[in-house]
């Protein structure tokens, strides 16, 4: 394992709350300070592990690109942004999607195998809190967390702890665990943002879970020019049609289910592979806007299982 000098340091160091906390019940405009054009860098490295024969992975470092978070929707009591990585002057990827929701009863626990379960939550338990929802590039579901904001120290801070599948920094790479337990916490300041992580790498198996090795997240988001992510925001107005249509297939599938299961791979090709392929022969007219949902629902029901079940039901 490769010793890890100041950002180790640095990372390691507990959330302190001197003085007084006050909770930010009204954190629509503090969600607002997550959007924008930033310079981001993503650090990981894993700190932790019981087994004296673990051979620890090397430290991951990237940045120095630039990232447009983009707000899609914005009510009282939701805020949906969508992140698009700017990774050269000409070439922007369609990121991941975040969505804050206040005071939501209802959450999707991760249970591991690609498997989210709904859960209904009491009121009193999410009264004065957001939720956070996560969705990959496919927009397929990823996990949620559940706190209120809090002024500490002129800083503001939301912290949540979640069960989720594996980023693709790592299933694309490794296969020796299958939970992230995620503790996030983002910390925001006037200059832009920290999101801090303090994860276990679990291996769960006939419910039974044991910790791999523990990992600590350090990614920035640095705010910048907003001329910087010009790029992004020509890519969204040419495409935001195409993704749109894809989050409404996926809203409607998982209103109508209590447990959502999902193919990893088909093909060997992964779901966010097949919708991006599709996106472009939709930007290229290969594909009319009459035929382009029925396109987009079939290819998302191959990864749920959801074709086999109207097959059966015609049948």
């Known amino acids: 394992m490769k010793r890890l000098t100041g950002f180790l340091a640095a990372a390691m160091v507990c959330l302190s709350v001197q003085g007084q906390t006050n909770d930010l019940p009204g954190g629509r405009q503090v969600i607002e300070k997550l959007c ?3 310079e981001v860098n993503f650090k990981y ?5 019981s087994n004296p024969d673990y051979k620890y992975h090397d430290r991951e470092e990237t940045g120095g690109t630039a990232e447009l978070a983009l707000p899609i929707e914005i009510t009282d009591k939701k805020m949906v942004i969508q992140h698009l990585l700017i990774v050269s002057p000409t070439v922007v990827v369609k990121h991941w999607r975040e ?6 009863p209802v959450i999707w626990r991760y249970k591991g ?20 929802t996560i969705w990959e590039v496919a927009d397929e579901p990823r996990y949620q967390g559940i706190s209120q904001f809090v002024q500490v120290d002129n800083r503001i801070t939301w912290q949540s702890t979640a069960d989720a599948p594996l980023p693709r920094r790592e299933y694309s790479v490794r296969d020796d665990y299958n939970i992230l ?9 006037d200059t832009g943002y920290l999101h801090e992580q303090d994860n276990e790498k679990i291996i769960r198996s006939h419910g039974m879970d044991k910790v791999l090795v523990e990992e600590k997240g350090w990614n920035s988001y640095k705010r910048i020019n907003e001329k910087e992510c010009a790029v992004a925001r020509e890519y969204w107005e040419k495409n935001k049609d195409y993704w749109g249509r894809v989050r409404k297939v996926w809203a409607d599938y998982i209103g109508s289910r209590n447990t959502i299961s999902l193919k990893n791979k088909i093909d060997g090709k992964f779901l966010h592979e097949y919708l ?5 022969k939709y930007a290229a007219k290969k594909i009319t806007a ?10 998302i029901g191959r990864f749920t299982g959801q074709d086999k079940a109207e097959t059966a039901q015609l049948n």
């Open 99 to 104: 969505e804050w929701t206040y005071e939501n």
């Open 290 to 299: 009459a035929e382009i949902d029925g396109v987009i629902k079939a290819e």
């Open 276 to 280: 991006i392929d599709l996106s472009s």
């Open 181 to 189: 337990k995620r503790t996030n916490r983002i910390n925001i300041g």
């Open 113 to 132: 195998d690609r498997t989210w379960v709904k859960e209904m939550i009491p009121a009193e338990q999410v009264m004065g809190k957001w939720t956070q």
């Open 45 to 49: 490295a894993e700190t932790f592990s």
């Open 36 to 38: 924008g054009c930033f």
